[in-house]
């Protein structure tokens, strides 16, 4: 078995439920690995990067586990050799002494 780890991606989203974070992106910063076997299958890290960074830009999520279902399901269905994916998003302005993350 095989793990893609991607750390320390910094982006900005909709996301929340809360009034200003429905109009105002706020940081985010989401890690993500993907498990699989077949390596004559590899995955190319940089299209899932550019694939988690567009689904950020283009949807607005309510709730980070949203988020994460999302994401995890249309990972599976564009990449079927993927047996696993655990996807952390956190929230880094929403504290102001903290942040929250949420992953699955």
Excluded at 31 to 58: G, P, R, T
Excluded at 98 to 103: D, F, K, L, Q, R
């Amino acid at each position: 078995m095989y793990e893609i780890h991607i750390k320390d991606l910094r982006l900005r989203a909709i996301i929340g439920v809360l009034d200003f974070e429905r109009v105002e992106r706020q940081n985010i910063l989401v890690e993500l690995v993907c498990q699989y076997e077949n390596k004559e299958q590899y995955i190319d890290y940089m299209q899932i990067v550019a694939f988690v960074k567009e689904s950020f830009l283009v949807k607005e999520y309510l709730l980070i586990e949203d988020a994460i279902d999302d994401i995890k399901k249309s990972l599976k269905e564009k990449y079927q050799n993927i047996t696993k994916t655990t996807l952390f998003v956190s929230k880094l302005d929403i504290l102001e002494n903290g942040v929250v993350c949420v992953s699955g």
